[in-house]
């Protein structure tokens, strides 16, 4: 099994910024990618923030692009969300996700959630 333990989440002021950040652990080979995604209130859906691969390459959802910046450290099987100039239609549940490989199948993975509030 795979733990995603996130951290960061919280209450801000719109125009402010957090960072969240997520580990993964357990029993895996390799991590192929990691990402956010996010559900706002009210939705069901959970739609893609960005993500990273472990060669480094990103893609980001066109709401943030410019305003947040994923980042990872394959050594601490971590991942980082820079997200600025957040606005209140940020405010959404964020999950982590990982693709990981064991024993020469991918998997998948997700967090718990961390709430991101964002006020006007």
């Known amino acids: 099994q795979v733990q995603l333990v996130e951290s960061g989440g919280g209450l801000v002021q719109a125009g402010g910024s957090l960072r969240l950040s997520c580990s993964a652990s357990?029993?895996?080979?390799?991590?192929?990618?990691m990402g956010w995604y996010r559900q706002a209130p009210g939705t069901t859906q959970r739609e893609l923030v960005a993500h990273i691969t472990s060669r480094g390459s990103t893609n980001y959802a066109d709401s943030v692009k410019g305003r947040f910046t994923i980042s990872r450290d394959n050594a601490k099987n971590t991942v980082l969300l820079e997200m600025n100039s957040l606005r209140p239609e940020d405010t959404a549940v964020y999950y982590c996700?990982?693709?990981?490989?064991?024993?020469?199948?991918?998997?998948?993975?997700w967090g718990q959630g961390t709430q991101v509030t964002v006020s006007s």
């Open positions: 996700k990982a693709l990981v490989m064991r024993d020469l199948l991918q998997y998948q993975y």
């Open positions: 357990g029993s895996f080979s390799s991590i192929n990618v």
